[in-house]
């Protein structure tokens, strides 16, 4: 009989544990482009307030329909302010919970160019077969590469070359492989990349000129669908300690 009980109380108590294990959990969905800070935030976090977080990464664009189809997101950091306030229009966000946590910069990166030396010229353009963006209506990335092209008079010169990545997550691995000559990625990614392969060349890279596109702000906010608010503030004030600070900078990204 005592050990009925001692069975039933486990039980029990595995089921209260079970019950309350939400209140312990963090949905976030993250821009492609920040996933290498997200994965250095996380554990930081996590170990701090003893929740626990998973990630889901995608286009700010692609991220933002979901939530707009009721995804369970309980965070959201986005690429720009554009989407969170799109989130806000459609009464899935607050402006007041809305969080700037950094500024990213477009990097034009070609492996066997010298991109750091020349930038993006016709001649240049001339002499390739495949450059890649990110789809410029899911990521601001990819709306900031068309802007580039736009400012350099390159459209033309670049039309019938160009591959359209789902994100600069994509056009990362696009990179990677090898399957096309020039990407536009994020600065952070392009440190990344220079990092883990020793294969890639600081002057393949062109960190192009800020004034050449809208500057890339990235936003946070909580999902107001979100069943653990609490928990969704918590990573919001982290976002902008001093701790996860440090970290997206190191990251590439600036206040």
């Given at each position: 009989?005592?050990?009925?009980?001692?069975?039933?109380?486990?039980?029990?108590?595995?089921?209260?544990?079970?019950?309350?294990?939400?209140?312990?959990?963090?949905?976030?969905?993250?821009?492609?482009?920040?996933?290498?800070?997200?994965?250095?935030?996380?554990?930081?976090?996590?170990?701090?307030?003893?929740?626990?977080?998973?990630?889901?990464?995608?286009?700010?664009?692609?991220?933002?329909?979901?939530?707009?189809?009721?995804?369970?997101?309980?965070?959201?950091?986005?690429?720009?302010?554009?989407?969170?306030?799109?989130?806000?229009?459609?009464?899935?966000?607050?402006?007041?919970?809305?969080?700037?946590?950094?500024?990213?910069?477009?990097?034009?990166?070609?492996?066997?160019?010298?991109?750091?030396?020349?930038?993006?010229t016709p001649a240049l353009c001339?002499?390739?077969?495949?450059?890649?963006?990110?789809?410029?209506?899911?990521?601001?990335?990819?709306?900031?590469?068309?802007?580039?092209?736009?400012?350099?008079?390159?459209?033309?010169?670049?039309?019938?070359?160009?591959?359209?990545?789902?994100?600069?997550?994509?056009?990362?691995?696009?990179?990677?492989?090898?399957?096309?000559?020039?990407?536009?990625?994020?600065?952070?990614?392009?440190l990344t990349l220079l990092k883990?392969?020793?294969?890639?060349?600081?002057?393949?890279?062109?960190?192009?000129?800020?004034?050449?596109?809208?500057?890339?702000?990235?936003?946070?906010?909580?999902?107001?669908?979100?069943?653990?608010?609490?928990?969704?503030?918590?990573?919001?004030?982290?976002?902008?300690?001093?701790?996860?600070?440090?970290?997206?900078?190191?990251?590439?990204?600036?206040?």
């Open positions: 009989m005592f050990k009925w009980f001692l069975w039933i109380y486990a039980f029990l108590a595995m089921q209260g544990a079970q019950a309350a294990q939400p209140e312990s959990l963090l949905t976030v969905a993250v821009t492609a482009n920040f996933e290498s800070a997200f994965q250095r935030l996380q554990p930081l976090f996590e170990k701090k307030y003893a929740i626990s977080v998973t990630p889901v990464f995608g286009s700010t664009g692609k991220l933002t329909a979901q939530i707009m189809h009721g995804a369970p997101f309980d965070v959201f950091l986005a690429g720009d302010q554009a989407h969170i306030q799109q989130l806000e229009a459609a009464g899935l966000a607050d402006s007041a919970d809305r969080v700037r946590y950094a500024r990213g910069e477009l990097v034009a990166y070609g492996p066997r160019l010298q991109l750091a030396q020349t930038g993006l001339a002499t390739i077969d495949k450059i890649a963006i990110a789809n410029p209506h899911a990521a601001p990335y990819g709306a900031a590469a068309q802007q580039v092209i736009h400012h350099l008079h390159l459209e033309q010169a670049l039309r019938a070359k160009l591959v359209t990545g789902e994100s600069v997550g994509q056009v990362a691995a696009f990179l990677e492989a090898r399957t096309v000559d020039i990407g536009f990625i994020a600065r952070a990614q392009w883990s392969r020793h294969s890639m060349r600081p002057e393949a890279a062109w960190v192009i000129p800020q004034a050449y596109y809208t500057p890339l702000i990235h936003y946070a906010t909580l999902v107001k669908t979100t069943p653990v608010r609490k928990n969704a503030r918590l990573f919001l004030a982290f976002l902008k300690t001093r701790a996860a600070q440090q970290v997206i900078a190191a990251e590439g990204y600036t206040p």
